[in-house]
């Protein structure tokens, strides 16, 4: 959509391709005090209280890093010590979960489904009834490493019957699928400036229930992740606790603007659906099959079968289509070979378009007459 001459397109799950204006509002430099600095910071903050729909409910608190310092960040300051958590798995992503809180020293349990298939609910429920210990779900809501979009609202509603709280890895969710605290009873949710809000990396935040985040001092088992912190802090004087990303903040708050434009997540949800739609008819066409039923897909990262022909070879496949200007992305699956490519940032059809006659040629080179599995 807004080319530069030599940087590739990127179809992968972050970092993304971002919009020229987005990459033009890093153009200065600004001091963490400067009031201007300040209260883009302010606006920032409110804008994705907003697109959750959590404004009179939650805060949103923003930490310097990759959205993995947000989710181990959130998960430090909200569960306390003593607290158990329960994991819903079935990718890298829930996977990441269970390891930070075996860094952080925090009891939990796993709930684990291959990387194709959707947790059951059933079992959710009969693991909250089997353990009162439990005090905390943690559910990834689209898993990444396969594309599946897991039943968020569904987890949420089971989650509060019984009387627990929820937190939602929604990294490569948030701004594009539906999303409205009001509807989805959370404690607190991940993501970033990256992914579909269309930002450069660099900055994660989470958005925290206040009258919970209240009571989180002194949970947090690392002072840079305390989210506690960094939100009084911030509270006082609206400024970060240590050197804030700056340009990363300024191009967020211009990669919102053009969010609103879009529509919001509805209008982001109806481009990168259409990606998606041109993408998978395109591959099917080419022989090639998803991991996921449609049914499972979201529109953020499709995976593919590798293909069964014996001339197919992935690494000289990417790196012919990386010279034609694309770039695509290894999969990271146990139950199947298999490669990513992605349907989010800042691409349209045209894209999508060019990066399926780019496949078709580089098929033809490698004389692989099909992806079928
Ligand atoms: C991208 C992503 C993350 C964060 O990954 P980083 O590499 O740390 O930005 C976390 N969860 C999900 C579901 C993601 O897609």
Known sequence: MTPTAKDPWLLTPGPLTTSKATKEAMLRDWGSRDAQFIETNARVLRRLLDIAGAADTHVCVPLQGSGTFAVEAALGTLIPR??????????????????????????HKVLETPEDTLPGLGDLEAALKADAAITYVLAVYCETTSGILNPIEDIA?????????????????????P?????????????????????????????LRRAVLEQCQGNAHALSLDLYDQ?????????????????????????????????????????????????????????????LADELQAPIIVTFKMPADGKFDFQAFYDALGSRGYVIYPGKLTVAPSFRIGCIGQLGASEMKGALKAITEVMKEMDVESGAP
Not at 93 to 98: E, F, I, L, S, V
Not at 162 to 170: F, H, P, S, T
Not at 179 to 206: H, R
């Open 157 to 177: 509603r089971i989650t509060a019957e019984n009387q627990r709280r929820l937190i939602i890895d929604a990294m490569s969710a948030f701004g594009a699928l």
């Open 231 to 291: 939100w009084t802090a911030m509270e006082k004087n609206g400024q970060w606790r240590f050197t804030p990303p700056t340009h990363v903040i300024n191009a967020f708050d211009r990669a919102l603007d053009q969010f609103d434009a879009e529509g919001g997540a509805a209008g982001r949800h109806a481009r990168y659906a259409a990606n998606c739609k041109i993408l998978v008819d395109g591959m099917r066409g080419l022989g090639f099959e998803t991991l």
């Open 179 to 207: 999303f409205d605290a009001a509807a989805l009873p959370f404690d607190g949710m991940m993501a970033s400036s990256n992914k579909c809000l269309e930002g450069v990396p660099g900055m994660g935040f989470a958005i």
């Open 82 to 107: 003593d607290g158990k958590a329960l994991v819903l798995i079935n990718g890298a992503y829930g996977q990441r979960m269970a390891r930070i809180l075996d860094y952080a020293g925090r009891d």
